[in-house]
T-cell receptor, first 108, second 115 residues
Framework: RKEVEQDPGPFNVPEGATVAFNCTYS??????FFWYRQDCRKEPKLLMS???SGNEDGRFTAQLNRASQYISLLIRDSKLSDSATYLC?????????FGQGTELSVKP | EAQVTQNPRYLITVTGKKLTVTCSQN?????MSWYRQDPGLGLRQIYY???????DKGDVPEGYKVSRKEKRNFPLILESPSPNQTSLYFC??????????????FGEGSRLTVL
């Protein structure tokens, strides 16, 4: 079983839609979590950290459920420019473990 | 401009021909790492370095070597490349990785094809 698992998608949504991605992690000792964004054939970039209390950055909301060992990313009012792959990342003992990514395609 | 620079960006080579992918960062970061990215498998760590002269194996180190003689450089060496090393490679750097900040700065990637 992979340490960090995501639904690879693709998620095809119309502009303006709300879309949610989930990610599960197997190591209960994982200390913190992050979402990265990767545009096609480009390098990943940090999108946001995920805090236990949940956090919001504009149209993006990240949540962590330690009891169920999953994290989520909610994107409201999707824009064409949100089309990308979203990578879930867990930090544990000095290492960052990446999920395989969830592909999002926002259509006009 | 703060950046991580990888070279070459694209390379086609043949089995067994030694090659080196260079990585350089200008942010004075202590931590550097190499990843490979393959469809359906995500980013997998090859090797990482916590500081100069300190390197450790990641999850998929077989067939690769690294060195960290200077803080800014972290080359990836394929002594005898094989077709299963065809992949997209990313170098990344950061301040010491901690739970407080998960921000890795990635290079633009090096697409390697081994025939």
């Amino acid at each position: 079983r992979k340490e960090v698992e995501q639904d690879p998608g693709p998620f095809n949504v119309p502009e303006g839609a709300t879309v949610a991605f989930n990610c599960t992690y197997s190591n209960s000792a994982s200390q913190s979590f992050f979402w990265y964004r990767q545009d096609c054939r480009k390098e990943p970039k940090l999108l946001m950290s995920v805090y236990s209390s949940g956090n919001e950055d504009g149209r993006f909301t990240a949540q962590l459920n330690r009891a169920s060992q999953y994290i989520s990313l909610l994107i409201r009012d999707s824009k064409l420019s949100d089309s990308a792959t979203y990578l879930c990342v867990a930090y544990s003992k000095g290492k960052l473990i990446f999920g395989q990514g969830t592909e999002l395609s926002v259509k006009p | 401009e703060a950046q991580v620079t990888q070279n070459p960006r694209y390379l086609i080579t043949v089995t067994g021909k030694k090659l080196t992918v260079t990585c350089s960062q200008n942010m004075n970061h202590e931590y550097m790492s190499w990843y490979r990215q393959d469809p359906g498998l995500g980013l997998r760590q090859i090797y990482y370095s916590m500081n100069v002269e300190v390197t450790d194996k990641g999850d998929v180190p077989e067939g690769y070597k690294v060195s960290r003689k200077e803080k800014r450089n972290f080359p990836l060496i394929l002594e005898s490349p094989s077709p299963n090393q065809t992949s997209l490679y990313f170098c990344a750097s950061s301040l010491p990785v901690s739970g407080n900040t998960g921000e890795l700065f990635f290079g633009e990637g090096s697409r390697l094809t081994v025939l």
